[in-house]
């Protein structure tokens, strides 16, 4: 079992950063991809980005791709998301999950399986 606890919303205005944090357990951290999806209200859970175990590979949603940043510390065990020049649509529950040790089809949720329990973000305009 792996323990996923992710960090660092809140409420923001439009055009500001925030950096989300996700602090994992187990000893094998470092050979997993990672990834954070987002869900808004009403709406289906989103990939947002994920980063491979040793940080080789990075993949952004389009939606993101230039404002948000994945990065990760192993020896931390910690994901982290930047994310600058927000916007009132980032609004979410930002969750980080633990996906494959391999990089296959990183934006798809089904390859992930263990969930944090969320940090929101709220935008305002």
């Known amino acids: 079992q792996v323990y996923l606890v992710e960090s660092g919303g809140g409420l923001v205005q439009a055009g500001d950063s925030l950096r989300l944090s996700c602090a994992g357990s187990g000893r094998t951290f470092s050979a997993y991809t990672m990834g954070w999806f987002r869900q808004a209200p009403g709406k289906e859970r989103r990939f947002v980005a994920a980063?491979?175990?040793?940080?080789?590979?990075?993949y952004y949603a389009d939606s993101v791709k230039g404002r948000f940043t994945i990065s990760r510390d192993n020896a931390k065990k910690t994901v982290y998301l930047q994310m600058k020049s927000l916007k009132p649509e980032d609004t979410a529950v930002y969750y980080c999950?633990?996906?494959?040790?391999?990089?296959?089809?990183?934006?798809?949720?089904?390859?992930?399986?263990?969930w944090g329990q969320g940090t929101q973000v709220t935008v305002s305009s």
């Open positions: 999950a633990r996906g494959p040790t391999g990089w296959g089809t990183v934006n798809d949720d089904r390859n992930y399986d263990s």
């Open positions: 980063i491979s175990g040793n940080s080789g590979s990075t």
